[in-house]
């Protein structure tokens, strides 16, 4: 099993622009999530999902957006790029009460 | 709004001291993890504690869930500089599995 993978790594964005980051599970997991997590602090909710067809928001989704067609994929879409957004993502998938997380995208908005 | 607060948000100790971490909301919570997470990587979990009043134990590592089921501490004897990192406790709401995490406290292991 891959696990919980992201692309890409890195990217730089253009404030304005639009960009989607991919988040991919071949653990089956029902239960799935992205955060943000800026320099030195703690992750921040954006949207999960508990299946495919379902998404809601948590903490911080404004200037995000979520879809869930597949059990496997949970792609997050930033329309119209801001320097707030600048920030690590992280896609995780949950069994149980244990969070798999992936490697990560490095963000930056200029 | 469901909030988890971690203190202290830093702390540098000398090697062999003990050290306890906290993590408090006005919310109850299912369940609480504890992570580690390491620069340039995503957070490793270390435990799960479910029942109010539980207490885990990972090598030097001691983790409580308050009775209340909406605090817990993680407490580490003897510190060694293999423990420096950034430590995350997380939240798991009744709700849909909605996990949130708390704002993570800094630790620095000097030799």
């Known amino acids: 099993n891959a696990g919980v993978t992201q692309t890409p790594k890195f990217h730089i964005l253009k404030i304005g622009q639009s960009m989607t980051l991919q988040c991919t599970q071949d653990?089956?997991?029902?239960?799935m999530y992205w955060y943000r997590q800026d320099p030195g602090m703690g992750l921040k909710l954006i949207y999960y999902?508990?299946?495919?067809?379902?998404?809601d928001k948590g903490e911080v989704p404004n200037g995000y957006n979520v879809s869930r067609s597949t059990t496997e994929d949970f792609p997050l879409r930033l329309e119209l790029a801001a320097p707030s957004q600048t920030s690590v993502y992280f896609c995780?998938?949950?069994?149980?009460?244990?969070?798999?997380f992936g490697p990560g995208t490095r963000l930056t908005v200029l | 709004t469901q909030l988890l607060e971690q203190s202290p948000q830093f702390l540098s100790i000398q090697e062999g001291e003990n050290l306890t971490v906290y993590c408090n909301s006005s919310s109850v919570f299912s369940s609480l993890q504890w992570y580690r997470q390491e620069p340039g990587e995503g957070p490793v979990l270390l435990v799960t504690v479910v029942t109010g009043g539980e207490v885990k134990k990972l090598k030097r590592l001691t983790f409580q869930f308050g009775d209340a089921r909406k605090d817990s501490s993680l407490h580490i004897t003897a510190a060694q500089p293999g423990d420096t990192g950034l430590y995350l406790c997380?939240?798991?709401?009744?709700?849909?599995?909605?996990?949130?995490f708390g704002s993570g406290t800094r630790l620095s292991i000097r030799p």
């Open positions: 997380a939240g798991e709401t009744s709700s849909a599995s909605k996990i949130i």
């Open positions: 995780a998938s949950l069994t149980g009460s244990e969070q798999f």
């Open positions: 653990m089956n997991h029902n239960y």
């Open positions: 999902s508990v299946g495919a067809g379902i998404t």
